[in-house]
């Protein structure tokens, strides 16, 4: 899975951008915060329902 689990302490979200030398994307959701990185071309989508995010599309196209 491309989502990983970001710690949240004290209700506070502690994220080090200079470890991070891709373009990320932070989702926070029902208490829970998860990363990811970006593809380097194509879309990513985020899809909610009702207030909740329910699954991150990652479309990278095709190659010809």
């Not at 491309?2 to 373009?23: F, M, S, T």
């Not at 994307?25 to 909740?52: D, F, N, S, W």
């Amino acid at each position: 899975m491309r989502l990983e689990d970001l710690p949240i302490k004290k209700g506070a979200l502690i994220i080090d951008i200079n470890e991070r030398d891709k373009p990320f994307v932070v989702v926070y959701c029902q208490g829970k915060a998860r990363i990811t990185y970006l593809p380097e071309h194509g879309e990513t989508k985020i899809i909610t329902h009702q207030g909740k995010v329910k699954r991150i599309k990652f479309d990278e196209g095709e190659e010809f």
